[in-house]
């Protein structure tokens, strides 16, 4: 199989596939923005409510807490709910960046609000305090309190997404795809009843192949500080549960990709890889937008313009509905 961006491509729109062989990528983006157009928009709340500091975990971390902005009308049956988890490598930033009334960056909890969705950006530890799975132990922590809170937040708990730039890319992904426990991805462990999984994602440049990240050498003293050291034998089933790549079933819930083919932090080759894998594998729900001569996170870092609005009508779609 040979696939090749087009060389018509510009910066900052739809990257095309040219496809040899029997098995056809479906870039249908353009697919996708038929069916929107035929849905009616909601009408966009007049006021948000914001909560600050609310925390997720028990304990004095000051990791463990959350930002949460909503409608301030009720909604009759709770309202979609999106998860942002910031980036920076695992080891810096922070949820202000998504929360602060000072800032609008693309991904901000009211601007999710001002469309209609509960919106909450989460802190969580970061590796230098405490090494894998402490980051995504926390993020699954921070989706049970807000199922545990969804009556008193306007929260419908059977529709929750995450948006997530970079690291937070990578765990917007696992909290869509894995629902194992938090140990070694050995088969045994994949078949135990586990975390209840979220109904979509978006990952913003999110590693996805950790291991490959590792041999890129870009990012490889984050990825070791995350993972304990280097992908050696008594590492390698760690390092295989923390990568999307590993969790890929037929059943995936529908995830947006948004990578750019100027990445010199996660390869796109990676993200083809892991598109190519989750066609082969049956997900029925999978929106790859590999934009061409764009750098690391074409949405909240980049800011390709036209990309907000494809965010929140992923999620009006693939959270509009109940699930059956």
Not at 37 to 64: D, F, S
Not at 267 to 274: E, G, I, Q
Request: overall charge neutral; some cysteine; hydrophobic content about 40%.
């Amino acid at each position: 199989m040979d696939l090749t961006s087009d060389p018509g491509e510009h910066r900052g729109s739809p990257g095309r596939w040219c496809q040899r062989g029997a098995w056809i990528l479906s870039f249908w983006l353009a697919v996708w923005w038929g069916v929107l157009a035929g849905l009616t928009p909601a009408t966009p709340p007049k006021e948000i409510v914001v909560h600050r500091n609310l925390r997720y975990r028990p304990g004095e971390n000051r990791a463990w807490q959350l930002d949460l902005a909503k409608p301030a009308t009720q909604a009759a049956a709770g309202r979609p709910t999106v998860v942002v988890i910031h980036g920076g490598g695992w080891v810096e930033g922070s949820r202000s960046s998504f929360s602060s009334p000072d800032t609008s960056q693309p991904g901000h909890i009211e601007a999710f609000a001002r469309a209609g969705f509960v919106a909450v950006t989460i802190d969580y530890r970061l590796s230098k305090e405490a090494p894998w799975p402490a980051a995504l132990e926390d993020c699954r922590a921070a989706v049970d309190w807000l199922r545990q809170h969804a009556r008193e937040y306007d929260i419908d708990p059977d529709r929750i997404g995450a948006w997530g730039n970079s690291a937070g890319g990578h765990l917007a992904l696992l909290l869509v795809q894995w629902d194992g426990p938090l140990v070694g991805a050995d088969a045994e462990n994949e078949k135990q009843p586990g975390w209840r999984r979220i109904q979509a994602a978006v990952s913003d440049s999110g590693p996805v192949e950790l291991s490959e990240q590792h041999r890129h050498g870009t990012l490889r003293g984050v990825v070791e500080l995350l993972m304990g050291g280097p992908p050696t034998d008594d590492r390698r089933a760690a390092y295989l549960a923390a990568s999307p790549r590993s969790h890929i079933t037929r059943d995936t819930p529908p995830v947006l990709l948004i990578y750019g083919t100027a990445d010199e932090q996660v390869p796109v080759a990676s993200a083809d890889d892991f598109v190519r894998k989750l066609a082969e594998t049956g997900a029925p729900d999978v929106t790859y937008l590999r934009l061409a001569k764009v750098g690391h996170c074409p949405h909240s870092i980049q800011r390709v313009d036209w990309l907000p609005g494809v965010v929140t009508q992923f999620f009006q779609r693939s959270l509009g509905h109940k699930p059956q």
